[in-house]
């Protein structure tokens, strides 16, 4: 499955974006989905994921509370909704995907292309 993520751009603290993930290329509903991040000088690090038919997420803490993953399988598409911005969100946002049948969700993941998200304060 070939991953594409978009959405990104720049919004003022406070603010909200919605991301986009398509999916082409295989079958997206046997893979978990997720969500990283890399902002600048720092390590790649998890954001959110959701189960394979949607029935379970799971959030990183400093996202828990303002954001919501969601899927739809029909469009092979995955989403992030992250509310309240602020600075310390700005990062490239990567959707990635586990072929693991597991959760909580584990390594390897495979990231697609990102999309930026710039937040100003």
């Known amino acids: 499955v070939q991953l594409q993520a978009s959405g990104g751009g720049l919004v003022q603290t406070g603010g909200s974006l919605r991301l986009s993930c398509a999916a082409s290329?295989?079958?997206?509903?046997?893979?978990?989905m997720g969500w990283f991040r890399q902002a600048p000088g720092k390590d790649r690090e998890f954001v959110a994921a959701?189960?394979?038919?949607?029935?379970?997420?799971r959030y990183a803490d400093f996202v828990k509370g303002r954001s919501t993953v969601s899927r739809d399988n029909a469009k092979n598409t995955v989403w992030l909704q992250v509310n309240d911005l602020g600075p310390e969100d700005t990062a490239v946002y990567y959707c990635?995907?586990?072929?693991?049948?597991?959760?909580?969700?584990?390594?390897?993941?495979?990231w697609g292309q990102g999309t930026l998200v710039t937040v100003s304060s």
């Open positions: 959701i189960s394979r038919d949607g029935g379970n997420t």
């Open positions: 290329g295989g079958t997206f509903s046997s893979r978990t």
């Open positions: 990635a995907q586990s072929r693991v049948y597991a959760w909580p969700p584990r390594a390897p993941w495979e």
